[in-house]
């Protein structure tokens, strides 16, 4: 049977909720909960590659190390992604591993810590831009920004929060032993909350950086990098939309690449949610990729079918 190479994203709320704190027995359940909605990509002829967004975890591993600051050495904000792919990987690999098992399937889950180069001149290193950890007041973020050196914005008036660089993912570095497994069978799990962002030196030293990658670009590059058939972006809605929540909202079912384009330049995408997704999608098709689909996790085995998503 012919193999068919998928990339899947899912977004950050895969594994927390709206109105959750991120327990383990939530992210446990959450993750069950996903990998029966994925149970529909479980085909021989599918090889598997997930992605998945970090937010609200790698914010409460950042505020666990702000408040044990006094007691234990705190962890540099790529190592706190680090330590996310790992528990994230595990709840998604247990339940996918679940999943297999139930439909008496014999494949196997890994989970593989991924680092992602990008460009240590990078503009987003002199303007960091990213939300990331707890929400302050105005006062307290005054006092972080002069203790700590941080840089610090008025996030949409819920409060004062930490931004970070997001630097444009240039490779992943372990994007071959991601296709390998694959291919040979395994579902891998990879390239958590973006990957590891790490930069190269002069003499071809690697080594991490304080700052968060765009997992939708990633995921792009990876998936154009591997030649992944097909690159699926899971979201909150089951469409994409120009003019979202107005009047004149209206579905997009099947798109070409240049009019998605030509939606993107026209400002139909709002920053903080459709529009990465959008941009990370053209990534792909522009570096030799097949087929998108975006759409959300409901919908994704119609999607798979052509009865919803966008294409």
């Not at 505020?63 to 998604?92: H, I, K, R, W």
């Not at 469409?239 to 998605?260: D, H």
Request: glycine share 8%; hydrophobic share 40%.
């Amino acid at each position: 049977m012919e193999q068919e190479l998928l990339v899947v994203a899912l977004g950050g709320n895969a594994l927390f909720l709206p109105n959750e704190t991120g327990t383990p027995r939530e992210q446990r359940i959450n993750s069950e909960r996903a990998c029966r909605d994925l149970e529909c990509l479980l085909r021989p002829n599918y090889s598997l590659v997930f992605t998945h967004g970090n937010g609200p975890q790698v914010g409460n591993i950042v505020l666990q190390n702000e408040l044990a600051a006094s007691e234990v050495p705190a962890l540099t904000l790529d190592a706190c992604v680090a330590q996310s792919e790992g528990s994230m990987g595990f709840y998604l690999q247990q339940g996918m591993l679940n999943a297999l098992r139930r439909r008496h399937v014999r494949r196997y889950v890994v989970t593989l810590i991924t680092q992602v180069l990008v460009n240590r001149n990078d503009s987003a290193f002199k303007h960091p831009t990213k939300p990331i950890g707890s929400f302050y007041s105005k006062a307290r973020a005054v006092v972080l920004m002069r203790e700590r050196g941080w840089k610090m914005i008025d996030d949409a008036k819920r409060g004062w929060r930490r931004v970070v660089p997001s630097p444009k993912p240039i490779k992943v570095i372990q994007r071959y032993t991601i296709r390998d497994m694959a291919q040979i069978g395994h579902i891998v799990i990879a390239a958590g909350g973006g990957g590891i962002p790490v930069v190269k030196t002069q003499e071809g030293i690697y080594h991490g950086v304080e700052a968060v990658i765009d997992k939708d670009l990633t995921s792009a590059v990876l998936a154009s990098s591997i030649k992944a058939d097909y690159f699926i972006i899971l979201t909150g809605v089951p469409y994409v939309y120009l003019n979202f929540k107005t009047p004149k909202q209206r579905i997009l079912k099947n798109v070409s690449a240049a009019e998605m384009f030509y939606f993107l330049q026209e400002g139909h995408f709002a920053s903080g949610s459709m529009k990465p997704k959008v941009e990370a999608a053209l990534l792909y098709l522009n570096n030799g990729g097949k087929k998108t689909i975006i759409t959300d996790i409901k919908n994704l085995q119609a999607a798979l079918h052509g009865r919803a998503g966008t294409h």
